[in-house]
C-alpha cells in the first residue's frame, strides 16, 4: 500500500494538483484560531504539507515553522513556493531527526493519515507523541467509514442530479480497470478498511476509520481531550460526522 501511495504523491498531475490549493477550510481556520495564543509563539511541525496549502497560513502566525513531506516532488514545490521557510523530506513514520517534546502543535491535514496501513498508523502516532511536548495539540483529518458515501461510487450518490452522477462516470470510466486491479488489495473490518477509492482516479490505497475506532486508537497513544468536528467547525458525536472526520486532541501529561 504505502510505496504505491507514495508513487502516486511523486506524480506529477497530483503535485499540479496540490499546488494551486490555497485556501484552507473553515474547520482548520476555527483550531488555528481557537489556539492562536498557543500558536503564536509555538513551534509547529507540519506533516505532509503538498503543495504548501497550510504552509502559507501557518508560517507567518507560528514562532518556529518547519514543514516535511515524504515525497520530493512536493518538498522541492514547496521550497520553491516559500523559500524562507524551512521544508524537509521526511516520513511521518520515522521523526528521527527530530528531539523528543520538540513541538508545541502538530498538524496533519487533508487525511494525509490514510495513506499508510495499521501497523503504519500506529507508528505515526507514536512518533507525533513522542516529539509533541506534553500537553502539546494534534490536528488533523481521516476518512470516517461510517458516513454514507463510504465504499460508494461517486456516481451513485443520491445528492447529486442524474447528469452530474452520469458526467462522473464517464470521467472515470477510463480508470475502472486500474480500479478493478487495486480492489483485490482491499481490506475490510467492522471498524476500518482500507480501499481504493476514487481520489485522484483511483490511484490511492486510503484508511477509513470509524469514529469509535479512532478514539480508541488515541487514547492507546496517550492523546487527550480529544474533540472531534465536521467540516463546518461545529462539533460533533460519532453520528453526526461529515466524510471527513477533523480532530483536535492533545499529548497527555503524563
Ligand atoms: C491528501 S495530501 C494533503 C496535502 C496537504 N496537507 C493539503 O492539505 O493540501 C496528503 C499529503 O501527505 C503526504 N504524506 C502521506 N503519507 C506521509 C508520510 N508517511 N509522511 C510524510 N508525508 C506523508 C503526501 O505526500 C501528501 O502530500
Redesign the pocket.
Known amino acids: 500500500m504505502?510505496d504505491g501511495?507514495?508513487n502516486t504523491?511523486?506524480s506529477s498531475n497530483v503535485i499540479n494538483w496540490?499546488v494551486d490549493?490555497n485556501e484552507i477550510t473553515k474547520v482548520e481556520e476555527f483550531l488555528f484560531e481557537s489556539n492562536a495564543n498557543i500558536l503564536t509563539n509555538a513551534t509547529v511541525l507540519?506533516?505532509?504539507?503538498?503543495?504548501?496549502?497550510?504552509t502559507a497560513y501557518l508560517l507567518d502566525k507560528c514562532a518556529n515553522y518547519i514543514g516535511?513531506?515524504?515525497?520530493q516532488g512536493?518538498v522541492d514545490v514547496v521550497k520553491q513556493k516559500y523559500p524562507k521557510a524551512n521544508i524537509q523530506l521526511?516520513?511521518?513514520?520515522d521523526l528521527i531527526q527530530f528531539e523528543d517534546k520538540k513541538f508545541n502543535i502538530v498538524n496533519?491535514?487533508?487525511?494525509?493519515?490514510?495513506?499508510?496501513d495499521l501497523n503504519?498508523r500506529k507508528k505515526?502516532l507514536s512518533e507525533i507523541n513522542r516529539v509533541l511536548k506534553p500537553n502539546g495539540l494534534f490536528f488533523f483529518s481521516t476518512h470516517n467509514k461510517n458516513h454514507f458515501t463510504f465504499d460508494r461510487q461517486p456516481w451513485t450518490n443520491k445528492n447529486n442530479s442524474f447528469f452530474t452522477n452520469f458526467k462522473t462516470f464517464i470521467k472515470l470510466l477510463p480508470f475502472l480497470p486500474k480500479h478493478a486491479r487495486k480492489k483485490k488489495k482491499e481490506i475490510r473490518f467492522s471498524d476500518h478498511a482500507i480501499i481504493n477509492d476514487s481520489a485522484h482516479n483511483y490511484s490511492l490505497m486510503t484508511f477509513y476509520t470509524s469514529p469509535q475506532f479512532l478514539r480508541k486508537q488515541l487514547h492507546t497513544h496517550s492523546f487527550t481531550d480529544i474533540q472531534l468536528f465536521t467540516k463546518n467547525a461545529k462539533h460533533a458525536n460519532e453520528n453526526a460526522l461529515d466524510d471527513w472526520i477533523f480532530v483536535s486532541c492533545k499529548k497527555s501529561l503524563s
Do not use: E
Open positions: 504505502n501511495n507514495l504523491y511523486n496540490y490549493l507540519d506533516v505532509g504539507i503538498g503543495g504548501g496549502r497550510t516535511i513531506d515524504y515525497s512536493f521526511a516520513d511521518a513514520r496533519f491535514s487533508f487525511n494525509g493519515i490514510d495513506y499508510v503504519n505515526i
